[in-house]
């Protein structure tokens, strides 16, 4: 149930960014926004917080996005903010990310890593992705500082896991 | 009924024996007075014998007629009789008593003293005979009451005996038991220990290993500078497009 709401969100979000002609730049904003969500969980609770009227915390996520995200993703972030979805926002997000990439026929990989990935590494991390599955690759890139190193990818159930947090484990399980 | 039959025999032949001797001697003692008076001259003779016997101044030869005439009254007439040879008619009236009685005591006093006798003599043999059988069935009842109380004490022993074996198989069995037990808490005891020193070095080799992993935690930390990231990164990379 929760699953087909957020689908719902999703793609009734998709469909006024087409309308506005800003698909594709409200994806990529909602990746970085949902990346946000998911890694800060002060944010997540201030923008859950039923406690404060969705008018504050409407200009909270307006003042956070301002001058950073576009017009029309600005307007539906504070859109489900105000329909009380506020805690889905994380994965209305992803699923609008993964629609997306799913409609050019892409698969999306998240990839969590300490440090961010610059352009170069990014490009080359999906181009082996896309060779070691043989499905053109859209990455999502998720900055986890309990990675502590490395990468961790995750395509659909399939992960790849090269992280220095797991070696330690690994390590740890040694003994 | 029965003694008023038995006792009328006897009551007549009594009457008839009491009645009958009087008769006799009176007619004994007076016949022979009135003879020897007769004998003597009549009673006027007998008379003037007395008054002459009596009178003062009598002769001898009058006192020697009257004592005379009373020695011969006397001797003769009022004498008694003897006493082992009795008078005719008693005999005759005592005899004819004793028929009588002795016919009757044969018609009616003999049968039934002799049925008297014979239902007594019955009834004390049935006494007898049933004194007899109680005696016998007492002491049956004795023999039977002695096997019973042997058997009871012969079962009381069996019951003693069996509650005796059965104590020492309990016994036994409580000793095995125990031993059992407490080779089993042994076991278990042994079990819990190995089981907790088993734990406490399960636990101390995790203390020990989260001690080591987060001093190298804390170490690669330390030394994953923008270099490190980046090396790892294109290693990273690089295995992916291995495969």
Redesign the interface.
């Known amino acids: 149930m929760a699953d087909d709401l957020i689908t719902s969100y999703a793609r009734s979000l998709i469909g006024v960014a087409e309308a506005e002609g800003a698909v594709s730049v409200m994806e990529r904003e909602m990746a970085q926004i949902a990346a946000a969500f998911n890694a800060s969980e002060e944010l997540r609770a201030a923008l859950a917080d039923a406690t404060l009227p969705a008018s504050r915390r409407q200009q909270v996520a307006e003042d956070l996005l301002g001058g950073q995200a576009s017009r029309v993703t600005t307007a539906l972030v504070s859109m489900v903010i105000a329909s009380g979805r506020a805690g889905e926002l994380g994965a209305i997000a992803d699923r609008i990310v993964q629609m997306g990439a799913e409609q050019r026929g892409h698969v999306v990989a998240e990839v969590r890593?300490?440090?961010a990935?610059d352009a170069d590494?990014q490009q080359?991390?999906a181009?082996?992705?896309s060779?070691?599955t043989g499905k053109d690759i859209e990455l999502k890139v998720v900055i986890d500082p309990s990675v502590?190193?490395?990468?961790v990818?995750q395509i659909g159930d399939q992960i790849?896991d090269?992280s220095?947090r797991t070696r330690?484990h690994q390590?740890?399980e040694a003994? | 009924m029965r003694p008023a039959r038995i006792a009328a025999p006897f009551v007549c032949a009594g009457a008839l024996f009491f009645l009958a001797q009087p008769a006799g001697a009176a007619e004994s003692i007076g016949s022979c007075v009135v003879e020897k008076i007769e004998e003597i001259g009549g009673p006027e003779e007998l008379e003037t014998i007395v008054e002459a016997g009596h009178a003062e101044g009598a002769s001898a030869e009058a006192e020697e007629a009257l004592v005379e005439v009373e020695d011969k009254l006397e001797k003769e007439c009022i004498e008694a009789p003897s006493l082992i040879i009795p008078e005719l008619n008693e005999v005759i009236w005592g005899g004819g008593a004793f028929l009588v009685l002795l016919a009757a005591m044969i018609k009616w006093g003999f049968p039934l003293v002799r049925n008297t006798m014979e239902a007594r003599t019955e009834r004390i043999r049935t006494d007898l005979q049933a004194a007899q059988a109680a005696r016998v069935e007492a002491e049956n009842n004795q023999k039977q009451l002695a096997a019973e109380l042997a058997e009871s004490k012969a079962n009381a022993a069996k019951i003693v005996e069996q509650a005796r074996q059965e104590a020492l198989v309990l016994s036994a069995n409580m000793q095995v038991k125990a031993e059992a037990d407490i080779a089993e808490m042994r076991q278990r005891a042994a079990g819990e220990i190995e089981s907790a020193r088993s734990r406490a070095l399960a636990d101390l080799q995790a203390d020990v290993a989260d001690i080591v992993v987060g001093a190298a935690s804390r170490v690669v930390e330390r030394n994953l500078d923008v270099n490190s990231q980046r090396q790892l990164i294109d290693e990273y990379i690089a295995s992916v497009g291995r495969q």
């Open positions: 890593t300490a440090v990935l590494q080359r991390l181009s082996a992705l060779k070691a502590l190193g490395g990468v990818t790849i090269g220095v330690l390590l740890r003994f």
